[in-house]
């Protein structure tokens, strides 16, 4: 599946655990009951985190705020144009 409840594959998102996380996959467990599997990206204090995967209940998932998910975005567009540059 790539779309549950408004949320997306790629998206960031709030779960059960702390942080900001970005959604890698989304399960079907049948009945309406999908596990969201995500890596978290920002720590409870807003700090880059180290990749830490894990995964929890829908119910318990929501998108992050649609400001803070922009300067995320921005924020991967220039480290990737960092990266590309030393090439």
Do not use: W
């Not at 970005?22 to 999908?34: P, V």
């Amino acid at each position: 599946m790539q779309e549950f409840n408004g949320m997306k594959i790629g998206d960031y998102i709030t779960t059960y655990h702390k942080g900001i996380h970005k959604l890698d996959k989304i399960e079907d467990q049948g009945y309406n009951h999908y596990i969201f599997h995500y890596t978290r990206v920002l720590d409870s204090d807003f700090e880059p985190s180290r990749k830490y995967r894990s995964k929890c209940s829908s119910y318990h998932c929501r998108l992050a705020p649609r400001e803070l998910e922009d300067q995320l975005k921005k924020l991967h567009i220039a480290l990737d144009m960092l990266a590309t540059k030393d090439d």
